[in-house]
């Protein structure tokens, strides 16, 4: 099936929301980006500046081809002025009410069902989120993308229990499209990524805080032992230790089980500012940027 997109609607010009418009432009689709925060465009051009440079750097992508996405990509600071994309995929703060809110916005603006709705919440129950959709929740879908998204290759598709078997294949093609792997997951709190690895980086911090090992040694037991590319100590200092305590929070609360709630030691580091790479100390130290 074919994915019959020409332009992309990204909502937030952040860390993930300026990934996927990169890519997006990228694989030749026009793009538009919205973002109302003061700053968050200009910050964005920047980045797409820097990691498009790299890959020429690199020898991935030609100069032209990198300007050619750059010219591919426009910015609005008012959501009115989105109008004329395909789909649009919503990247904002991980907060259901913002993304309802938003939501429902665009599926007011945008009446024809045909255009897909899609969230890249890591979080976030889909089936509710495709309720501020009203009549229209079938063109909901979780579209997880991963972390830098020019370098992930995983695109985690989601239908909730709404959305319909033509909007998850279009979701798949559109991802394949994109140069990514679209993998399903059902609707579940953490759908597979989360699920599998945020209660293993947990054990990491249980392990530390029992003393079984250190933090150098529980990563370096798991890189050169199990093949990690990382350990999970220094990823939970990537993903940021605050955001690894609300996922867990989330997975407790959404398979109901205790085992799932986060480590003492964890939340402790979070209450202590420690949030990893992002303030400059975590597990690990980190120059601050
Ligand atoms: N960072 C990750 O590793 C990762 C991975 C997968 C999925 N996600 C998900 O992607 C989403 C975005 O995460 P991020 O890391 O890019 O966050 P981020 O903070 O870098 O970016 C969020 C952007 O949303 C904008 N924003 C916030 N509220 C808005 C509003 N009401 N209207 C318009 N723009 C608004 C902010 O200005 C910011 O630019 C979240 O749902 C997160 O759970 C994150």
């Known amino acids: 099936m074919s994915h019959n997109v020409k332009t992309l609607g990204v909502l937030g010009a952040g860390q993930m929301g300026g990934g996927i418009a990169q890519v997006a432009a990228m694989a030749g689709l026009s793009v538009k980006v919205f973002d109302s925060f003061p700053g968050s465009i200009e910050r964005c051009k920047g980045v797409h500046a820097k990691s498009l440079g790299k890959l020429v750097e690199k020898g991935k992508i030609s100069k032209d081809a990198a300007d050619a996405a750059v010219g591919r990509i426009g910015f609005v600071d008012k959501l009115e002025n989105l109008a004329g994309c395909d789909w649009v995929v919503e990247a904002v703060v991980e907060d259901v009410k913002v993304k309802k809110d938003l939501l429902g916005k665009l599926a007011a603006m945008y009446p024809d069902e045909g255009v897909v709705l899609a969230t890249n919440t890591s979080s976030i129950s889909i089936t509710e989120l495709a309720t501020a959709a009203g009549k229209t929740a079938g063109r909901v879908v979780g579209m997880h993308f991963f972390n830098p998204v020019p370098l992930m290759q995983l695109v985690e598709v989601i239908p909730g229990l709404q959305t319909s078997a033509g909007v998850v294949e279009r979701t798949m093609a559109l991802a394949t499209a994109m140069g990514k792997t ?72 959404g398979l109901n089980n205790d085992r799932y709630r986060a480590c003492p030691l964890l939340k402790q580091l979070v209450i202590a500012g420690r949030l990893g790479d992002k303030s400059g100390r975590g597990v690990f130290e980190y120059p601050v940027k």
């Open 182 to 253: 679209p993998l399903r997951a059902n609707d579940r709190a953490g759908f597979i990524s989360n699920r599998v690895l945020m209660p293993m980086i947990n054990e990491a911090f249980y392990a530390w805080m029992e003393g079984v090992a250190e933090p150098e040694a529980i990563d370096g037991i798991m890189k050169l032992g199990c093949n990690f590319p990382m350990g999970p100590l220094r990823l939970a200092d990537f993903i940021g230790l605050d955001t690894c305590v609300h996922i867990m929070n989330v997975l407790a609360e």
